[in-house]
Every structure is written in structure tokens, then in C-alpha cells.
């Protein structure tokens, strides 16, 4: 979905870089996220933020951090990369109220392989 | 949030419909019922949601028993393109925010 971008799209890095991925969202949404996913397994919550000022843990938050740094910005850290860490990342948004809060648009996934 | 049953894996002919079948038998009365799927590596496409009643849009229907505690996705004609993972969620309605997990979902396979 072009509403939701994900930069880089791919990425290679060794163990122990930091590495940032980006997110942006042009749907004005108030919330967004990020997820992890791995081979032939479902998504799992890594952060979450309901509006600017709030950033919460998801399931898996060890090894990541995340920056707010607008509405319409979500970023995710790995502060010192683990080959475990190779997965598949997406970032998603929602809206905060019916009947749009019923979906949540996917960005089209950064694919990191930490060597 | 309740969790979800799915099989791992179906097939389905190409043009005919394919039923998706979810358990939940433990979801609460406030809890709705969301299909989304993923096509290859790409973000999740979200498909249907529904609370009691069931639903229909220009992809799909959505059948929920009686009781609640299942579901049915049909792609009433459904083509190779709809070869994809489908995850059925259950959650408390979007006013909470997508905070859970999505499960290992059931692949559809489309032949021709």
C-alpha cells in the first residue's frame, strides 16, 4: 500500500551494527506499529504508538527500540544486530475511531538478514 | 484476546468458492471477528470483519454462528491471485488499537 512506505526495502548488515528502519504514513492515522515476521510463521508485535507521545511495548520489544518522531513517522531500532534478529519487518498504521479504526494498513515489508 | 483455530493448508479449484474455517471458541461478547491475508511477502491486506451478524463485501463473506465460536471466510469465485496465507483474528473492536499477534494463518492454494 503506497500510503504506508518502509525504507530500506532490503537490508544486510553484520552482527553488533546498529541499524535503523523507517517508516511513513500519509493516511493521517494516529497509530502505528511494527511487527516481525518469521519463515512461514504469522506476525508478532514488536512496538505500538497511539499518537506521538505514546510508545508501548509489544510482545517481542527485547533487542528494539522505536522513535516517534511525528504523526506520520515511526521508526524501529536495532541497536546492536543479532543474526536472530533475520526476519521480515513490517510497519502498519490505524486509525483511533470507527469505522476506520477497523482496519490496519500494512506497509510492503523491509527484509533484514543480519550475518 | 481470543485465540484462533485455522488448518495450516487448503486447496480450492480454480472459479469455485472456497470456505476458510476459524474456532474461537473462547472469544467474549465484545470481541470481533477480522480476516486479512497475505499474499506472498507483502503486508497483510485486511478482508472482512464482522461482531454477530454476518457480512459481505466485494471480496468476500463472512459467516459467524450463532454461538460465536467460529467462522467462515468464502471467496465466493475464487481465482489464482487469491492464492495466499489467510489469518483470522479475533479482537475487542478497533477502538483498542491491533495489539495482538496474528496466528500462522491457513495457506490457500488456488489451481487451476
Known amino acids: 500500500d503506497a500510503d504506508v512506505t518502509q525504507t530500506p526495502r532490503n537490508r544486510i548488515t553484520k552482527t553488533g551494527k546498529r541499524i535503523m528502519l523507517e517508516c511513513s504514513q500519509t493516511?493521517?492515522?494516529?497509530?502505528m506499529y511494527w511487527y516481525r515476521q518469521d519463515p512461514g510463521l504469522g506476525l508478532r508485535l514488536i512496538y505500538y504508538?497511539?499518537?506521538?507521545?505514546?510508545?508501548n511495548k509489544g510482545e517481542i520489544s527485547d533487542g528494539y527500540s522505536v522513535s516517534r518522531q511525528a504523526q506520520a513517522k515511526f521508526s524501529l531500532s536495532l541497536e546492536s544486530a543479532i543474526p536472530n534478529q533475520t526476519a521480515l519487518y513490517f510497519c502498519?498504521?490505524?486509525?483511533?475511531?470507527?469505522?476506520?479504526?477497523?482496519?490496519?494498513?500494512f506497509g510492503p515489508g523491509t527484509r533484514l538478514t543480519v550475518t | 484476546d481470543a485465540k484462533t483455530t485455522q488448518p495450516p493448508s487448503m486447496d480450492c479449484a480454480e472459479g469455485r468458492a472456497a470456505n476458510l474455517p476459524c474456532n474461537h471458541s473462547t472469544i467474549s461478547g465484545n470481541e470481533y471477528v477480522y480476516w486479512y491475508r497475505q499474499i506472498h511477502s507483502q503486508g497483510p491486506q485486511y478482508i472482512i470483519h464482522g461482531l454477530k451478524n454476518n457480512e459481505t463485501n466485494e471480496m468476500a463473506s463472512l459467516i459467524i454462528t450463532e454461538d460465536r465460536k467460529s467462522s467462515t471466510l468464502i471467496l465466493p469465485h475464487a481465482t489464482l491471485r487469491d492464492t495466499a496465507v489467510y489469518y483470522c483474528i479475533v479482537r475487542v473492536d478497533g477502538t483498542g488499537g491491533f495489539k495482538t499477534i496474528f496466528g500462522a494463518g491457513t495457506r490457500l492454494f488456488v489451481k487451476a
Open positions: 502498519a498504521t490505524s486509525d483511533s475511531t470507527p469505522p476506520g479504526s477497523y482496519e490496519q494498513y
Open positions: 493516511k493521517g492515522h494516529d497509530r
Open positions: 504508538s497511539f499518537d506521538v507521545k505514546d510508545i
